[in-house]
């Protein structure tokens, strides 16, 4: 069973940056594709970015293409979102996910707030 824990959130004024990390007990994170979805109140969680499990490649919604990047650590424990230039259109609760096969696992979540 994958496990799925998130941490890096908090308050923040808009333009600035935040790190939030998506951290796994136990298994290296490498075997598994991770994304980083987020859901704002009263909206459908959207997905944000995703890297790959093989090649690393990574993806990102056009809302933070430019402003968003995804990687991970050389330990391959940790899976990074570096946020930077934050808009108050980017407060939601974030979320790391991973899948395998049939079986969606989630995080229990890291709130962000961008607000002055």
């Known amino acids: 069973q994958l496990q799925l824990v998130e941490s890096g959130g908090g308050l923040v004024q808009p333009g600035g940056s935040l790190r939030l990390s998506c951290a796994a007990s136990?298994?290296?994170?490498?075997?598994?594709?991770i994304a980083w979805y987020r859901q704002a109140p009263g909206q459908e969680r959207e997905g944000v970015s995703c890297i790959s499990s093989t090649t690393s490649s990574t993806t990102y919604a056009d809302s933070v293409k430019g402003r968003f990047t995804i990687s991970r650590d050389s330990a391959k424990t940790t899976v990074y979102l570096q946020m930077n230039g934050l808009k108050p259109d980017d407060t939601a609760i974030y979320y790391c996910?991973?899948?395998?096969?049939?079986?969606?696992?989630w995080g229990q979540g890291t709130q962000v707030t961008v607000s002055s």
């Open positions: 996910h991973s899948a395998v096969g049939p079986t969606d696992y």
């Open positions: 136990g298994v290296t994170l490498d075997r598994y594709a």
